[in-house]
């Protein structure tokens, strides 16, 4: 058989389709952007010198490559496989978000665009965004939920201290999705000079292969980094998902190596099973279309929209990119749940035993490893992404610890 007909990696199709999922559902008025943008994007990918500047800023700017870490201690302690850490909390900002900003806005520029508007839920994507428009000189707007807002105090202080602009959102319940919208409307109001930073492999095509593009540094480097660490690939991979891209960035150079098992892990919240208090669109949503393409949400009977519901901020979307769905569907990657009490348990002996305070997205693909690895083989490699570090979570854990910050 001829592998160029066999591979997982040629997606999405001329519409923007993984399989049923995917594609461009938006209003008439926004289609000629995004395929003035689809068009951009594409003599921007064949191009050398903007993955020549990518790649200086990756290096001098972001801190790239990041270190792949053999967690000796820990893996000890669960007694089983050997795990290693794709360190991308070491990168400038803390978090995996800066990889695709960086792409997106150095797209933006070579488009002649002077603006950039981004929509954030927990803050992370928009402090990313103000960090690269403050490097660039760039006008940054950032849509918020007026409900975010007042919990991700922090992070709203951050991107006004980088100079951008917040936005607070009424509509809706003034979550994420709200924004989303808002950042919709104001990209078709203003398109001659703006541009639409999104911050997950979700929305109309092309930003879910775009981000993934841009994200799959990490896989690559993952990658070569443990050719040279074992000689050999890892036999599982494993990232946390809120919208998916730090998971899409690991798996994808993967994908077409059929013997690395490939697992992502969403947020439980307090059970999949209990009245929808967690933010599980594959695990426990249902087929539907938001935010300009079809994939898996967290939706009522009659296709509402649900609030997710996570212990960790940066995991409450209601979605999950489309790859990710079409990856479900036809069993290339395996998707599970944690709880928000199983991933504070990993945060806790993430610290104790690494010496590393992880962010809780990453500490629940680290439940997920402390689940399996005590069972397979020492000989058995896992890889997972250390996607962000948990300075930002210090004051959430110490509630749910009962530890008194005064
Ligand atoms: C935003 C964020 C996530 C969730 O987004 P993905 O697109 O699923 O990667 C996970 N971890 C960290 C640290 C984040 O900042």
């Given at each position: 058989m001829n592998d160029l007909f066999n591979s997982f990696m040629t997606g999405p199709d001329e519409k923007g389709r993984f399989g049923i999922f995917g594609g461009r559902f938006v209003s008439e008025t926004l289609m000629p952007l995004i395929l003035e943008l689809e068009d951009q994007y594409e003599r921007a990918k064949t191009d050398e010198s903007f993955w020549a500047e990518m790649d200086f800023l990756w290096k001098h700017?972001?801190?790239?490559?990041?270190p792949l870490y053999h967690a000796e201690r820990l893996s000890e302690r669960l007694g089983g496989a050997k795990v290693y850490m794709k360190r991308d909390e070491l990168n400038h900002t803390g978090a995996h978000k800066i990889n695709n900003v960086l792409g997106q806005i150095i797209l933006a520029r070579r488009m002649g665009k002077t603006r950039i508007i981004a929509e954030t839920g927990a803050g992370q994507h928009g402090v990313a965004t103000a960090t690269v428009c403050a490097k660039f000189g760039l006008k940054c707007v950032v849509y918020m939920g007026a409900h975010d807002v007042e919990r991700q105090q922090p992070n709203v202080f951050r991107m006004k201290l980088l100079g951008a602009e917040v936005i607070p959102v009424t509509s809706g319940r003034g979550t994420l999705k709200d924004a989303m919208n808002d950042a919709l409307r104001d990209w078709v109001t203003n398109v001659r000079d703006t541009f639409y930073c999104i911050g997950t492999v979700a929305g109309p095509h092309p930003y879910p292969a775009m981000v993934r593009d841009f994200q799959a540094i990490i896989g690559k480097e993952a990658k070569e980094q443990m050719m040279e660490a074992e000689g050999r690939l890892p036999d599982t991979i494993i990232a946390a998902i809120g919208g998916g891209s730090n998971a899409m960035g690991l798996f994808y150079p993967f994908l077409d190596d059929k013997d690395v098992r490939i697992i992502g892990v969403e947020a439980g919240g307090k059970g999949v099973n209990e009245k929808m208090e967690h933010c599980a669109s594959l695990t426990g949503g249902r087929p539907g279309v938001l935010h300009g393409n079809r994939t898996y949400l967290l939706q009522d009977e009659d296709g509402q929209i649900l609030e997710g519901f996570s212990i960790?901020?940066?995991?409450?979307?209601?979605g999950i990119g489309p790859e990710h769905a079409w990856l479900h569907d036809i069993g290339r990657a395996e998707y599970v749940a944690i709880t928000d009490k199983e991933a504070l348990a990993a945060f806790q002996l993430c610290c104790e035993t690494e010496g590393i305070i992880p962010a809780l997205e990453p500490s629940h693909a680290l439940a997920h490893v402390m689940k399996i690895a005590p069972d397979l083989p020492k000989d058995h490699i896992i890889c997972m992404n250390m996607c962000g570090r948990g300075d930002k979570d210090i004051f959430t854990v110490a509630k749910h610890l009962g530890f008194d910050m005064g």
């Open positions: 700017y972001v801190g790239r490559p990041s960790s901020a940066g995991l409450d979307y209601p």
